[in-house]
């Protein structure tokens, strides 16, 4: 299984709405990842988790909150989100943060969100 | 900090015709390099690696090679195909215990084949 599986694939919300992405790996992978990725643009990078801990979040608001239940699961919970939060949400996933050859990423189809 | 640059598109060519894609980078010690691809409406799918200089990756008939002394790492394909029409990242993570792994992407290219 080399598959990083994103549900749901679209997801439409108010501007009021609490809802949360969810991203599954079965690769035994440790670090995951959440990227976002306006039109015609390069993915940006919004957190790391690596081991399960939180290691980078790049300044993301607020409104954006990750979750690491376990090794295999990330979600990231969404609340009052602004129309400009509307993109393509990817999540990805490496067998390590640290060696060269382990930062590998796999990547899931994403996210398409948008925030009405 | 780290950055990578790659030749602006978008790049239209026929059937059959030979594919350069430049791409260079910036960044301290020995990063890891990539390219990924992106087929419309899909998320991004690693088309080779490199993760030392000199080293050659390789996939699907395309090739890029790893040159440290021109912090270089261009795609190559002898053959496009129109499946091959997409849009193609170049990236870098590293060096080795730093960053956790994070990906520093160039802007794209968009590669149109025609028939």
């Known amino acids: 299984d080399t598959e990083v599986t994103q549900t749901p694939k679209h997801l439409v919300m108010g501007m009021t709405n609490k809802k949360s992405l969810k991203c599954e790996q079965h690769?035994?992978?440790?670090?995951m990842y959440w990227y976002k990725q306006k039109a015609k643009k390069p993915p940006e990078l919004m957190f790391v988790?690596?081991?399960?801990?939180?290691?980078i979040n790049e300044s993301v608001p607020s409104r954006f909150s990750p979750e690491c239940p376990n090794s295999s699961l990330l979600n990231l919970h969404l609340h009052a989100l602004q129309p400009e939060d509307s993109a393509l949400y990817l999540c990805a996933s490496s067998r390590a943060p640290y060696r060269p050859g382990d930062t590998e990423a796999f990547f899931g189809q994403g996210t398409r969100l948008t925030v009405v | 900090g780290n950055s990578v640059t790659q030749m602006e598109g978008p790049v239209t060519l026929s059937e059959e015709a030979f594919l350069t894609i430049n791409c260079t980078y910036t960044a301290t010690g020995y990063p890891s390099l990539f390219w990924y691809v992106q087929y419309p409406g899909e998320g991004l799918q690693l088309l080779l690696k490199a993760t030392k200089a000199d080293d050659k990756g390789s996939n699907k008939g395309f090739e890029a090679t790893y040159r440290k002394e021109t912090t270089s790492f261009h795609l190559e394909k002898g053959s496009v195909q129109v499946s091959d029409s997409a849009v193609y990242f170049c990236a870098l993570s590293g060096p080795p215990g730093t960053s956790y792994g994070k990906l520093t992407f160039g802007q794209g290219t968009i590669l149109t084949v025609h028939p």
């Open positions: 988790y690596s081991y399960e801990k939180l290691s």
């Open positions: 690769m035994g992978h440790r670090a």
